[in-house]
């Protein structure tokens, strides 16, 4: 695992967002792997900004959401669709058939997990993943005693992480209680992943992550095993690491 500790947020950002433009450069059919959360979107923002100024082109990359709540419909303000649409997908020329995500509001979401894990193969696997950190540890929604070993499935949702999320609901009993999410073998089979982290409410877990023992207590810490995993992190982040 490399860790690289940049000044803050926007250091750190920028530097994610090199590792992406590289890939897609280097590789234009690449598959990524896309995360969604606060955390992500001035990335997104900066990868959008690339493509109208430098011409970053996503025209042929393959993509795959980790996760997407399940109930909620593509088209709902709150849904990960919506997320993506809203914060990368419409400000770049990434082809819409090629941009997947779980289907949160399949009929048989587990039947949709298989699908999805189906899919990803039939795409060759993930060139390149992004991952946030929840606070405990998760890596998307893989909450703490997430089996290392799991793929794409049905998992419920910590109250932690209910409330963490609850800012984009209602409220509280409007916030999901399930999600569809890659596995942490899912996101450990990717050739290449880059998890960024920012801010100091992440770094209790980023330690778990980086120093702890490899535990599905922490999810995160599975990426100890990742052959070529990057945590890009600001100071204030990697503030706990010793
Ligand atoms: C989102 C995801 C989650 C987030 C994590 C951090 O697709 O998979 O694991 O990356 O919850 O979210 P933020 O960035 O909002 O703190």
């Known amino acids: ?25 280097a590789t234009p059919d690449a598959v990524l792997g896309l995360a969604t959360g606060g955390t992500m979107l001035p990335l997104y923002e900066a990868l959008a900004q690339r493509h109208r100024e430098d011409g970053l082109s996503f025209a042929k990359t393959t993509s795959f959401n980790l996760d997407e709540y399940i109930g909620l419909a593509p088209d709902h303000p709150c849904s990960y669709h919506s997320y993506m649409q809203e914060a990368f997908f419409r400000h770049v020329d990434i082809d819409p058939a090629r941009a997947h995500l779980p289907k949160g509001d399949a009929p048989d979401p587990q ?5 999805y894990e189906a899919l990803i193969a039939a795409a060759g696997g993930i060139d390149l993943q992004l991952l946030g950190i929840g606070q405990n540890g998760h890596i998307g929604f893989n909450e703490p005693t997430a089996s290392l ?7 419920t949702l910590t109250t932690s992480t209910r409330r963490a999320n609850q800012r984009y609901f209602a409220s509280f009993e409007d916030t999901p209680r399930y999600a569809i999410t890659m596995g942490v073998a899912t996101i450990l089979a990717s050739r290449a992943c880059v998890l960024l982290a920012t801010g100091e409410a992440k770094a209790d877990a980023v330690l778990r992550m980086v120093e702890g023992p490899l535990s599905a ?5 599975a990426l100890q095993l990742h052959a070529s995993a990057t945590v890009i992190l600001d100071e204030a982040a990697a503030g706990a690491l010793t």
């Open 111 to 115: 039947a949709a997990s298989l699908e």
């Open 217 to 221: 207590a922490c999810p995160a810490s």
């Open 1 to 25: 695992m490399k860790v690289l500790i940049l000044p803050d947020e926007q250091a750190a950002m920028q530097r994610a967002a090199d590792i992406v433009a590289r890939t897609v450069t």
């Open 149 to 155: 070993g799991s793929r794409t499935r049905v998992k």
